[in-house]
């Protein structure tokens, strides 16, 4: 099979000073992209801010004969990301490719966070998803042609002690990817999530160097680049590290209809071996499936 290449495309990459955006705005470059390298700058808390890094990978990719741009916009600032998009449409007037990159944490535990720290998060994450999403989406819809990777993670997708507004933040990233392959699928924009585990600024204190040289950020790259390509499905949850992939979903029991007339809490406690039975279980692919499914036990089928 023809490798996958890029030529011709333009691919914003958020966060991509460093860490995973780095590898990604690289590899795809490397692959014929015209790249936006967008990095605020920050420490990994987002506070302070600066060009250096995002210039730094500008420079590499030109190294490398590709074509890029830094853009040094966070992605919570309304006219910061219209600028970003402005840059790249005034540059080579087109955007194929939205790399959703960016983030920072401040962990705490629920008890002692502060709602400051939590809307903070959840606005890199979350809103710094959707803004730049949005920001792109009729340019794409026009085009008949987009690709958006989000980043989530497995904290949103299974909880992690201390990341309560990390873990919310992720989990609605995958809320919004499922609104936006459908609402994508007539004008070929295709939408899907990467769960990374990788060495980042972010994860270098938590585990020992020896298993933080096996999940380098190169390691996640090759799945998050399938997912800008022409070739990637639309709506999956891409877990990727240390040279692993797999696909995660959120699956629904069969469950059991117990009726409506005199339905009791009761019959719920004693029916909750059935409830939770993971025998049938699926992973729905549109909210339709499931009003199905309810229809379907109604009648007791």
Known sequence: MSDIRFDGKVAIVTGAGG????????????????VVVNDLGGSVDGSGGGSDAANAVVDEIKALGGEAIANGSSVTDDAGVTLMVKHAM???GRIDVLVANAGVLRDKTFSKMEIADFEFVLNVHLMG??????????IM?????GRIVCTTSSSGLYGNFGQSNYGAAKLGIIGLMNTLKLEGQKNNIHVNAV???AA??????????????????????????????EDAPTGCILTAGAGAFALSHIVETEGVYLGEGGLSVEEVRDSWAKIIDPAG???????????????RKMQGG
């Open 195 to 197: 769960a990374p585990v």
């Open 90 to 92: 005034d540059a080579w």
């Open 19 to 34: 860490g995973l955006g780095r590898q990604h705005a690289l590899e795809l470059a490397r692959r014929g992209a015209k």
């Open 200 to 229: 980042t600024r972010m994860t270098e204190n938590l585990m020992p160097p020896a298993i933080l040289e096996r999940l380098k950020p190169e390691y996640v790259t090759p799945g998050v680049v399938f997912l800008c390509s």
């Open 281 to 295: 279980q699926q992973a729905y692919q549109a909210g339709g499936e499931q009003s199905a499914k309810f229809f």
């Open 129 to 138: 998803t959707v803004k730049p999403a949005k920001a792109v989406w009729e």
């Open 141 to 145: 819809r026009e085009q008949n042609y």
